[in-house]
């Protein structure tokens, strides 16, 4: 098992952030802007559903590990940091699914 994490998939998306876009595909997608980078993680959620509902589970990982990146690169575009959600999710352990649903 790796020792991989997205908090570093984070670490790694803020450094090629600072990068230039000929040698980032990150800061390529960065400097399309904020809408470009939502329909990039768009894109990649419809592909990871496809592949969860054809029971395909090598192509799934694979779509999920795209959620996972492109993610993490909308969140940045918009300066929200994993730990800002990380917390709202620990808020959110306090109640019970149905309960916290209820209140949104």
């Keep these: ?24 595909y990150t800061r390529k997608l960065l400097d399309k802007g904020v809408a470009q980078c939502a329909k990039k993680f768009g894109e990649e959620a419809v592909e990871a559903v496809i592949a969860a509902a054809g029971e395909d589970r090598e192509r799934l990982v694979g779509e999920a590990a795209d959620v996972l990146y492109h993610l993490l690169v ?20 306090k109640k019970s699914g149905l309960e916290e649903k209820a209140s949104r």
């Excluded at 991989?4 to 980032?24: C, G, P, Q």
């Excluded at 909308?74 to 352990?93: K, N």
């Design 1 to 24: 098992m790796s020792n991989f994490t997205i908090a570093d998939l984070e670490r790694r998306i803020n450094d090629r952030a600072s990068a230039s876009a000929e040698e980032s």
């Design 74 to 93: 909308m969140l940045h575009s918009r300066g929200v940091t994993l730990a800002d959600v990380e917390q709202l999710l620990e808020t959110r352990t």
